[in-house]
T-cell receptor, first 116, second 115 residues
Framework: RKEVEQDPGPFNVPEGATVAFNCTYS??????FFWYRQDCRKEPKLLMS???SGNEDGRFTAQLNRASQYISLLIRDSKLSDSATYLC?????????????????FGQGTILTVHP | DADVTQTPRNRITKTGKRIMLECSQT?????MYWYRQDPGLGLRLIYY???????NKGEISDGYSVSRQAQAKFSLSLESAIPNQTALYFC??????????????FGAGSRLTVL
């Protein structure tokens, strides 16, 4: 089983739609969680962190359910510019050579296309 | 100028050739990483470094080597390239944090094709 799993999509939605992406993680020691956005042929960029109580940033809402090891991203009022791949990223503490660090594991990404 | 710069951005080479991908950063971050991205597989960590001359293997280090001779530079080498190393390679940096929110800043990527 992959450590981080996402529905790859693609999701094709009209402008103005609400769309939700899900992500599950297998390691219960995971401590922090993120959504990154990656435009076609570009580098990933941080979209938002995911907090235990859930958090919102404009049209974007992220939720975390630690008991079910599940993360979600909700996009309201979709725009054409939201078309991208959304990467679920999970962080846990690891050690290498006596140094603690945050080890990130990326999901394969969910493709979103918003059409007129 | 970009915070994290990768060169070359695109490279086509032949099987058996030695290839070096360069990464430089102006973020002042201690930690640097090399990832590869393949369709359907997401980003996978090749090597990472916490400081100058510190090198650690990631999940897919076979066939690759790295060098960190300066804080701002982290290079990735393929000693003898093979076709299944065809991929999009990303360099990334992060601040030094022991456990918490570990936000990565990525370079624009280097697309490598091995024929």
């Amino acid at each position: 089983r992959k450590e981080v799993e996402q529905d790859p999509g693609p999701f094709n939605v009209p402008e103005g739609a609400t769309v939700a992406f899900n992500c599950t993680y297998s390691n219960s020691a995971s401590q922090s969680f993120f959504w990154y956005r990656q435009d076609c042929r570009k580098e990933p960029k941080l979209l938002m962190s995911v907090y235990s109580s859930g958090n919102e940033d404009g049209r974007f809402t992220a939720q975390l359910n630690r008991a079910s090891q599940y993360i979600s991203l909700l996009i309201r009022d979709s725009k054409l510019s939201d078309s991208a791949t959304y990467l679920c990223v999970v962080n846990r503490v690891a050690r290498a050579g006596g140094t603690s660090y945050g080890k990130l594991t990326f999901g394969q990404g969910t493709i979103l296309t918003v059409h007129p | 100028d970009a915070d994290v710069t990768q060169t070359p951005r695109n490279r086509i080479t032949k099987t058996g050739k030695r290839i070096m991908l360069e990464c430089s950063q102006t973020k002042g971050h201690d930690r640097m990483y090399w990832y590869r991205q393949d369709p359907g597989l997401g980003l996978r960590l090749i090597y990472y470094s916490f400081d100058v001359k510190d090198i650690n293997k990631g999940e897919i280090s076979d066939g690759y080597s790295v060098s960190r001779q300066a804080q701002a530079k982290f290079s990735l080498s393929l000693e003898s390239a093979i076709p299944n190393q065809t991929a999009l390679y990303f360099c990334a940096t992060s601040e030094k944090r022991s456990s918490g929110a570990n936000v990565l800043t990525f370079g624009a990527g280097s697309r490598l094709t091995v024929l």
